[in-house]
């Protein structure tokens, strides 16, 4: 007997990540907080040890009228002023010779959610990084689309080969293509690609396009967490697509805004041919009407004063958590090199991944690390290292202390 429909992955979420955090927090009940490092949380957190909340952002949202707070959104789509908001927030100073459309989301999940539901079709194949945010699979499977992955790395650089091999082998068997790239600051570790890198990969796309259509998910989830100076002039090199490709940007108030709770974000669609954006905005909004219906009210009227009036303090104040990212990082990366502990090419970002050479060896690593109550969350082939929550205290000697436990796991192989 069942209840629920029959194509759908009846077996619970593997919330791997919750029951670590747990396991962290109970260590730190009986130990006390100096006894362990809890490098589990994926949230922007102080170095008090407390969630990071904006006061420029707060402040701003608590004087936002009750009624205000109370009512619907003006459309499915979103409030008109957010959504043009949005798409100069995220765009900057690039000018884009693109017809373009913003749908207002249930956060950056939302924004990447619709476009795996809505741009393949059933059994078709969703291409994602092998090393990736695990949401990406999650949702595909929810929507009976099949996922294969590209390797990120090689060496130090983004792996263009395989991402082009696998591209071409699933565009070649369903004449479509939809592949995430994750950047900049790439969840879990911290890679963002290049503008050369960028330039080879719609050079790439717009080659494959003459076998159907391409559309490329670019979740930029932490783009605002980017230690370069320019972290978005890459967009400019979308105006290059040609007429059969795409390009979804999944863009999120919560990392942005450190407003995780508010569920906030949007959908940028680009695209050479207005018309072909303008289908994609309606298949959006009916989705986003069978869904959500819309986004909370208060939370676009908010994004849109904090990054307009209110945006030269909320700037200033979003700088301290960057340096303080930015000095975090620096501490691990650099003893992790001087210790000889590999990690996957950082750049900015919330996370540093270790790299494992395969998963068994990972899951041993990552029990030996708990057992000198260090806890961390298991990744493909690595172990990501949340810097985003870890007070710079923590993260000294932490690489040295992994190194030496990674060496003992080693040697009782
Ligand atoms: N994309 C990546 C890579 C993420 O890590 C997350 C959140 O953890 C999201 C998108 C979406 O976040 P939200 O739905 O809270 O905006």
Not at 199 to 223: C, M, P, R, T, W
Not at 388 to 398: I, V
Request: with cysteine.
């Amino acid at each position: 007997m069942a209840f629920v429909k029959k194509q759908v992955d009846v077996t619970p979420i593997e919330d791997t990540v919750f029951a670590i955090v747990k396991l962290a927090k109970q260590a730190i009940m009986e130990k006390g907080d100096d006894a362990v490092v809890n490098a589990t949380i994926g949230s922007l957190y102080g170095e008090d040890g407390r969630i990071v909340a904006y006061d420029s952002v707060f402040g701003p949202y608590d004087r936002i009228k009750k009624e205000v707070k109370a009512a619907y959104a003006a459309s499915f789509t979103g409030n008109e002023s957010y959504r043009k908001q949005v798409y100069e927030w995220v765009c900057g100073d690039n000018k884009l010779h693109l017809a373009h459309s913003v749908i207002a989301t249930a956060g950056g999940s939302g924004a990447v959610s619709i476009a795996i539901n809505e741009m393949l079709d059933e059994g078709q194949t969703l291409v994602i990084p092998k090393i990736a945010w695990g949401s990406y699979a999650l949702m595909a499977s929810m929507h009976n689309v099949v996922v294969t992955s590209y390797e990120l790395f090689d060496g130090d650089r983004f792996h263009l080969r395989d991402f082009e091999r696998v591209c071409r082998e699933v565009m070649e068997k369903q004449h479509k293509l939809l592949v995430v790239i994750n950047d900049p600051c790439h969840n879990p570790t911290g890679y963002s690609m290049s503008m050369a890198e960028w330039k080879q990969v719609i050079g790439f796309l717009n080659e494959l396009s003459v076998l159907g259509d391409v559309v490329i998910l670019n979740d930029v989830a932490y783009i605002d967490y980017a230690y370069q100076k320019d972290a978005r002039a890459y967009l400019s090199v979308l105006n290059e697509m040609n007429a059969h490709v795409m390009c979804i940007v999944a863009f999120s108030c919560s990392k942005t805004l450190t407003s995780y709770g508010l569920r906030c974000g949007a959908a940028l669609l680009l695209a050479k041919d207005a018309a072909q954006v303008r289908e994609v905005e309606i298949v959006f909004e009916k989705m986003a009407r069978s869904l959500w219906s819309n986004i909370p009210n208060a939370a676009m009227e908010n994004f849109t004063y904090v990054t307009t009036i209110g945006k030269d303090s909320f700037l200033q104040e979003k700088q301290e958590y960057v340096e303080l990212l930015r000095k975090r990082s620096a501490c691990f990366i650099e003893e992790a090199e001087a210790c000889a502990l590999p990690c996957y090419p950082y750049k900015e970002g919330f996370f540093v991944t270790v790299k494992m050479p395969d998963n068994q060896t990972r899951d041993r690593f990552h029990e030996a690390l708990m057992k000198q109550d260090i806890y961390t969350v298991k990744v493909n082939t690595g172990i990501r290292v949340a810097i985003c929550s870890l007070p710079l205290k923590k993260c000294e000697g932490l690489a040295e202390r992994m190194k030496e436990i990674y060496v003992q796991v080693e040697a009782e192989r």
